[in-house]
């Protein structure tokens, strides 16, 4: 009996060698040959490194359109224009009679002491602009003031009377900082606002109530101009210039009339013109209603134009846009005179795209 037992346990040691053996023979098959084509094939996919991709970028240009007696035309369709960017005809994507958009306002008022014995008359004008246009539950609007230095003296709100409350109890003195007020407005505030609850698009606008000298900023003229036109803000300029003829010199239409524009005057005008706005060189603050209901009608009716620029540059370089109508005469654009493209990639301090 105990040499059956030796006998069985040396079969179970043979078998259990053999076993092992067996498993050790089998390398080859560990190494199957799927894998080794899977990587082959996978290999001669082409690279994806330095693949070009690139955005679409589309340039929007809210305009109106004027006739000889500045009356705004509001009838034209899709054919009536022809836009060119950097002298380039370009082929129109989106084309909308912009009505009715949701409003982002930045209210400049200049306390400087330059506007010293002008500033009941900005007062008047800055709350008088807002009345006429502010609609509650819609539009938002905020106050920044500026002398020595700009100064946000209201955020964005929808309530008149927090408005007319900051408005009111300003008082004048120091220098003038008009070139980093309209910069700090545009690009703190008017470059991203609050959005709409609805998501609809909206329509940034800069008042500047001012005599339109400057004699402390930072920036200069230029950059002001080139970050309201980054924000895609078209700025309105109401100037305090008070020379005026005496009230016994009139014009022959029985008006009194300016005496001549200022420097500031001048430069007043050349922010609005270059944002698509106008300017204003009222007598009275009572003369500043019809210019208000102007703005209004103007906000409210005007055109939208989109395209993607042919030449795709991000150049970060300024592209001038020009409309052109089609089919009619003695009509007129008002417009921005262009956008800022983005950087090229990989540049430093990329710009925002354009709007």
Same mark, same amino acid.
């Given at each position: ?79 009536? #224009? ?6 380039? +005809? /370009?082929?129109? *994507?989106? @084309?909308?009679?912009?009505? =009715? $958009? ?39 609007? #905020? ?6 230095? +700009? /100064?946000?003296? *209201?955020? @964005?709100?929808?309530?008149? =009377? $927090? ?58 003229? =230029? ?133």
């Amino acid at each position: 009996m105990k040499r059956l037992v030796r006998v069985a346990g040396v079969l179970l040691v043979l078998g259990m060698c053999v076993s092992a053996a067996s498993q050790a023979s089998k390398p080859a098959q560990t190494a199957k040959p799927a894998p080794q084509k899977q990587v082959a094939a996978h290999a001669q996919k082409p690279p994806t490194v330095g693949r070009l991709k690139r955005e679409v970028r589309l340039v929007n240009v809210v305009f109106s359109v004027l006739n000889k007696r500045d009356h705004f035309v509001t009838d034209l369709n899709r054919n009536n #224009f022809e836009i060119f960017d950097n002298d380039i +005809p /370009q082929q129109v *994507q989106f @084309f909308n009679r912009e009505t =009715d $958009l949701p409003l982002r306002i930045g209210l400049l008022l200049d306390t400087s002491n330059s506007i010293h014995g002008r500033l009941q008359f900005e007062q008047n004008a800055a709350f008088d602009f807002l009345f006429h246009i502010l609609r509650p539950g819609k539009d938002l609007a #905020f106050l920044m003031t500026f002398d020595t230095h +700009p /100064q946000l003296q *209201q955020g @964005f709100t929808d309530h008149l =009377d $927090l408005l007319r409350q900051a408005i009111f109890r300003q008082r004048a003195g120091g220098g003038t900082a008009l070139y980093d007020a309209i910069y700090d407005a545009s690009r703190d505030y008017l470059l991203n606002p609050p959005p709409p609850s609805a998501g609809s698009n909206i329509r940034r606008v800069l008042v500047v109530i001012s005599d339109g000298d400057d004699d402390l900023s930072n920036h200069t003229r =230029d950059e002001a101009i080139d970050m309201a036109e980054r924000a895609g803000v078209v700025i309105y300029t109401i100037s305090t210039n008070n020379n005026w003829l005496s009230p016994e010199q009139k014009a022959a239409e029985g008006l009194p009339v300016l005496l001549h524009y200022s420097r500031g005057d001048r430069v007043l005008r050349q922010f609005a013109e270059d944002t698509g706005g106008r300017s204003f060189y009222p007598y009275r603050v009572e003369d500043l209603a019809r210019a208000f209901a102007d703005i209004s009608t103007e906000l409210r009716t005007q055109y939208s134009i989109a395209y993607t620029p042919s030449s795709h540059a991000d150049d970060g370089k300024f592209h001038r846009i020009r409309i052109e109508i089609l089919h009619t005469h003695g009509l007129k654009v008002r417009a921005r005179q262009g956008y800022w493209a983005p950087s090229p990639p990989g540049a430093s301090g990329a710009d925002p795209a354009p709007h």
